[in-house]
């Protein structure tokens, strides 16, 4: 049972009658035993286990009551060596340095964890590892076979971090790259000219002023769209987070690759109503809004891809429901044993001004695009504002009105 500690206080308690009779009729190696609330028989079968796992100390996670926790033998988990990691990794997805990478690699998360600034957001754990080491085998194999590996592998690593870090850290973050890897020149980003072209067309189209840092996060969310299938959009109000949005699935779409947003507030609703309810009387299943959506989206058959957007904050009760969606599993389960899968065409985006509420474990399972307020400022604000004025006969009341 995975974590085991969300379940309710009050179920808890019923669960532990439970277990204790399994126990029991395992000791007594009864061929048969009662089990709570049943009025026939059970067959037991002697070799039955159950294990469960829990983070405890998170919003929304209870502390296990004593009579259920003397009938478990806890197994703490040590840290792994991640350097052994990541050099197996890296000899996995075809790189033949992997010893000399996988210690640079593990070099630098370390002094990344103890020289950037304290942010919420940032991870660098195994799933973050992880995901830039299949990352960098996906690169390798689109290069040509000589190509130099010091290089492919520091450009993957920069490029799959930027997005996440804060304005201030970016300088320290590229001097650590240019310390661990002194023989590589900063190497070239990856271009996707008819991408960045049509954003560019359609932003002066819209009186948008392209500011190059905020045309770069543009690029950042395609790129972790791509690599990932759960992100967040991660800044403070006014620094242009729905515009990146939108910006980017219509260049997409005008590209021929067809994008539609689902845009909902998941703290304007209740948690039952957001996932569905069942009815205690007549056990009746209400769906809820977003398992509605979730349903109608992931769809094989639908022609074209679709961004589920949550715009609103995040909350430890409602975004921990999802922790099997973010996660390698892809599948949403319901409280009537519903399981859905997540389609290729589909992505889950989280647009949120800070990740205060969330737990590390969800954190660590969505890609993190920040966008600081300098990456905007204001200036671009009033400019668009004043592109968008009428040019002739504007008059008090029709400005108003634009």
Known sequence: FDEFNRIELEVLS??????????????????????????????????????????????????????????????????PNRETIMKVKLASVGYSMMEILGKKFNMLYALCEQQLSKQRHYDFGLRNILSVLRQSGAVKRAEPQDTDEEMLFMRTVRDMNLSK??????????????????KVLDPPKKTYDSLEATARRLAGKEFLVEKETWMLKVIQLYETSLVRHGFMLVGPTLCGKSRIMQLLTSA????????????????????????GVKDAASDEWT???????????????????TWIVCDGPIDAIWIEN??????DNKILTLANNDRIPMTDNCRIVFEVESLRNASPATVSRAGI???????????????????????????????VEV
């Open 14 to 79: 019923v669960v532990a009658t439970q277990v204790e009779s399994i126990m029991q009729a395992k000791k007594q190696n009864s061929k048969t035993f009662l089990f709570p609330g049943e009025i026939f028989p059970i067959k037991l079968v002697p070799s039955v286990g159950y294990f469960i796992t829990m983070n405890p100390g998170y919003a929304g996670r209870q502390e296990l009551p004593e009579n259920l926790k003397v009938l478990f033998r806890s197994v703490s988990m040590m840290v």
């Open 287 to 305: 769906p809820g809004v977003f398992a509605s959506i979730w349903q109608q989206r992931n769809n094989r058959s639908l022609k074209y891809n």
């Open 322 to 327: 999802l922790n099997t969606v973010l996660d």
């Open 252 to 275: 997409m779409t005008e590209d021929g690759n067809q994008h539609r947003l689902v845009v909902m507030n998941p703290k304007a609703i209740t948690d039952s109503q957001m996932y």
């Open 165 to 182: 870090l804060v304005a201030d850290d970016v300088p320290l973050f590229t001097a650590l790259l240019r310390d661990l890897f002194p």
């Open 369 to 399: 695009i920040y966008v600081s307020t300098p990456d905007l400022g204001w200036e671009p604000l009033v400019e668009s504002w004043l592109s968008q004025r009428m040019d002739m006969g504007a008059n008090r009341q029709q400005e």
